[in-house]
């Protein structure tokens, strides 16, 4: 569980400030009292879903990380908020119509292959009502442009977020063709033991991201520097979006 609150892991968390923009952005471009129901997908350890429920927001959270739904479900109970939490894979999750506003932040949406991201949208598609919007951000194709693979080795520090035990880390960061990277870690301990971490990324263009969205039914509403409603910089390594589904 550490690791998602570890700003410098990838996947783990941005830090409070960061995240209470993005809370502010949320309630200025869906009020409360217009967008009530919002769905967080990969709500992780439940901090976006944790503060728009404190702002009075309807709040279901999704993830596959059980550890993270428990921790999630445990913080909301003892501070008596009423989130409903489920550990399930949001490329299955069945929904009807039932949301306003949809979450899939922190560069979630590109971690996904091809197919798995038409899933997302499909089931994005069929859980919100007409109209419905959604904020997602994505790495950007300057970023990737920019990216060069790399190739390192090394004894683990005191304080590595991969594991307390002492082991040699390697770390290779390649690049494919049509704008996605992996980045692989792996520890190998004295014992003999391999633990594997893949990390796969899409980057987009903007043309990139409005080609897709719309063959899923949605419209590429504005584009943004971040998911905090900064305006949008061309060069940046990530932007953010709003999407509306089509009524």
């Known amino acids: 569980m550490e690791s998602h609150f570890d700003k410098n892991m990838p996947g783990g968390s941005k830090e409070s400030s960061f995240i209470a923009e993005t809370l502010d952005f949320i309630n200025q471009i869906a009020p409360v009292d217009k967008y009530k129901n919002v769905i967080d997908l990969g709500c ?8 728009l429920a404190m702002k009075g927001y309807n709040v279901v959270g999704v993830d596959f990380n059980k550890k993270a739904i428990e ?4 913080k909301a109970n003892k501070e008596n908020l009423s989130i409903e939490y489920r550990n399930e894979d949001i490329t299955k999750i069945g929904l009807n119509e039932e949301f306003d506003v949809a979450l899939l932040i922190y560069h979630l949406y590109g971690s996904f292959s091809p197919e ?11 859980g919100l009502k007409p109209g419905g919007l959604v904020l997602l951000d994505v ?9 060069e693979p790399q190739f390192m080795w090394g004894l683990s520090r005191k304080d590595s977020p991969f594991s307390n035990k002492k082991h040699l880390a390697l770390y290779a960061s ?3 063709p ?8 792996m520890m190998v301990f004295n014992n003999g033991d391999l633990i594997n971490y893949h990390y796969w990324n899409q980057y987009f263009s903007i043309d990139d991201l409005e080609k897709e969205v ?6 590429l509403e504005k584009v943004y520097a971040d998911v905090n409603g900064r305006e949008y910089v061309e060069d940046n390594d990530v932007f953010g979006a709003v999407l509306k589904k089509k009524e």
Not at 44 to 51: F, V
Not at 214 to 219: D, K, L, S
């Open 44 to 51: 992780g350890p439940g901090l976006y879903s944790h503060g």
């Open 139 to 147: 790495l950007s194709e300057a970023e990737f442009n920019k990216t």
């Open 178 to 185: 049509n704008k996605v990277t992996l980045t692989k870690n």
């Open 116 to 126: 798995n991201r038409s899933k997302i949208l499909s089931n994005l598609y069929q």
């Open 214 to 219: 719309n063959e899923a039914g949605f419209t």
């Open 71 to 74: 921790y999630a479900a445990s």
């Open 174 to 176: 390649l690049k494919y």
